[in-house]
């Protein structure tokens, strides 16, 4: 099981960007769907989580600005950012609760990372 994210770049303060993971493999079933940020010299947060059924959560500091949303079908999640702001700056993760062909235990997959800058 491998997640691809894609869709970081530079990104205008007040801009907006979408981000984009796909989970590709022999995936049985995808429960939890997260972006996490890591930002230069902070912990990684949390920032959105969406449910196999749609239900979202939210950091509060993208709240109102970020919208989380999957495809079951294609087995990708996105990230919609408005009114992106310069602490918006950092590599955005996104994380699977997967179960994977032949392995009966739900386990946290990775994508690698994409940067978003916020800079004018």
């Known amino acids: 099981v491998q997640l691809q994210a894609s869709g970081g770049g530079l990104v205008q303060p007040g801009g907006s960007l979408r981000l984009s993971c796909a989970a590709s493999?022999?995936?049985?079933?995808?429960?939890?769907m997260r972006w996490y940020r890591r930002a230069p010299g902070k912990q990684r947060e949390l920032v959105a989580t969406?449910?196999?059924?749609?239900?979202?959560i939210y950091a509060e500091s993208v709240k109102g600005r970020f919208t989380i949303s999957r495809d079951n079908a294609e087995n990708t999640v996105h990230l919609q950012a408005n009114s992106a702001k310069s602490e918006d700056t950092a590599v955005y993760y996104c994380n699977g609760q997967i179960r994977a062909s032949g392995d009966p235990i739900w386990r946290d997959y990775w994508g690698q990372g994409t940067l978003v800058t916020v800079s004018s």
């Open positions: 493999g022999s995936i049985v079933s995808i429960d939890l």
């Open positions: 969406i449910t196999s059924v749609g239900s979202t």
